[in-house]
């Protein structure tokens, strides 16, 4: 609006490495072209300095408060800075955690989808006792926060909130083409090359592709149990194909309430779908 251009945005990309030590590539700048969306891509694609640990599979995203916390569930990358951005929309009275794959942090990736399910739980158990539960999962996060919502709920735990953010059933996987971990390195480097320089992020893409390969493998060994509680649907309303919602019908006794969001599905986490996604969550928690 101001009469941006090419020689500007160079500069605002200089400024950004001299201020902020991070390389971007010139496209991030008008993939991105305003404040909030370019903060937002920035939060969510670089390594996290507030945290002692960014890689830890259990990732305080906010402290503090009494109130039961939100748990959040990696997408298939296995990691839940992609959330950073959804925490000014939340509540500051209740704590929030992400959980992250095996594998970044030295330790060995799960085996199997019910391994890492028992391991979520278990460390979700030691942070909080009791219910009520209120589980958030985006992509293959979904996939798993469903299947941890029924063995939270198998072992007689409440589940009040489980929020299904644009995902699929593990049905859904076994089209996918076999992913190996050369495919899945190209894959990853290919979508954060848009928001970020990749050439000197070799360690963090071997990383990040031995888990997404992981990932892929051991979600089509797995069968969707049935969840007996009620489920939110964010369909992400500007991608492709229609609404995955029907697909979780045989998993879930419960209702299925959907939201359609104006997001495409790897837009779910930027500035305006994630304000319409708490705005809902904040509305469905309440002071529970």
Same mark, same amino acid.
């Given at each position: 609006?101001?009469g ?9 990309i200089?400024?950004i490495?001299t201020?902020?030590?991070?390389d971007i590539p @010139?496209?991030t700048?008008? $993939? ?12 969510t694609s670089? /390594?996290?300095?507030? *945290?002692?640990?960014?890689f830890a599979v259990l990732l305080p995203?906010?402290s503090?408060? %009494? ?12 990691l839940?800075?992609?959330?950073l951005?959804?925490m000014?929309?939340l509540d500051d009275? $209740?704590p ?8 970044y942090?030295?330790?060995?990736p799960? =085996? =199997? ?8 739980v278990? $460390?979700m ?6 219910g009520?539960f209120h589980l ?7 996939? @798993?926060?469903? #299947? ?6 198998r072992?007689g ?6 929020a ?6 593990s049905s859904?996987?076994?089209g996918v083409?076999?992913? !190996?971990?050369?495919?899945? $390195?190209?894959? @990853?480097a %290919?979508? /954060?090359s848009? *928001?970020?320089n ?14 997404? #390969? ?15 509680g %009620? ?6 309303a500007?991608? !492709?194909?229609e609404s995955?919602?029907?697909?979780w019908?045989?998993h879930v006794?419960?209702t299925?309430?959907?939201?359609d969001v104006? #997001?495409t599905?790897l ?7 994630a304000?319409?996604v708490?705005a809902v969550?904040? !509305?469905?928690?309440g002071?529970?």
């Amino acid at each position: 609006a101001l009469g941006g251009h090419s020689l500007l945005a160079t500069r605002l990309i200089g400024r950004i490495r001299t201020e902020l030590g991070i390389d971007i590539p @010139i496209r991030t700048v008008f $993939r991105a072209p305003t404040v909030a969306q370019l903060s937002a891509l920035l939060v969510t694609s670089t /390594l996290p300095d507030e *945290f002692d640990d960014p890689f830890a599979v259990l990732l305080p995203l906010k402290s503090g408060g %009494d109130l039961p916390p939100l748990w959040f569930f990696p997408p298939g990358g296995g990691l839940s800075w992609s959330y950073l951005g959804f925490m000014s929309q939340l509540d500051d009275d $209740r704590p929030v955690y992400g959980f992250q794959a095996h594998g970044y942090d030295g330790s060995r990736p799960a =085996s =199997s989808v019910e391994e890492m399910v028992e391991d979520y739980v278990t $460390r979700m158990l030691a942070v909080q006792a009791e219910g009520p539960f209120h589980l958030v999962g985006w992509s293959y996060g979904g996939t @798993i926060a469903h #299947a941890v919502a029924e063995a939270l709920d198998r072992r007689g735990h409440r589940v009040a909130l489980l929020a299904l953010l644009d995902c699929v059933p593990s049905s859904g996987f076994h089209g996918v083409t076999e992913f !190996d971990q050369a495919a899945a $390195r190209a894959s @990853i480097a %290919d979508y /954060l090359s848009d *928001f970020l320089n990749v050439d000197e992020q070799d360690r963090f893409l071997d990383r990040a592709a031995e888990v997404l #390969a992981n990932n892929m493998a051991i979600v089509k060994e797995f069968e969707q149990p049935v969840y007996r509680g %009620d489920v939110l649907f964010f369909h992400a309303a500007k991608k !492709d194909e229609e609404s995955w919602a029907a697909l979780w019908e045989p998993h879930v006794e419960g209702t299925i309430e959907q939201f359609d969001v104006p #997001a495409t599905h790897l837009e779910m986490n930027m500035p305006a779908p994630a304000a319409a996604v708490c705005a809902v969550l904040k !509305d469905r928690l309440g002071r529970r």
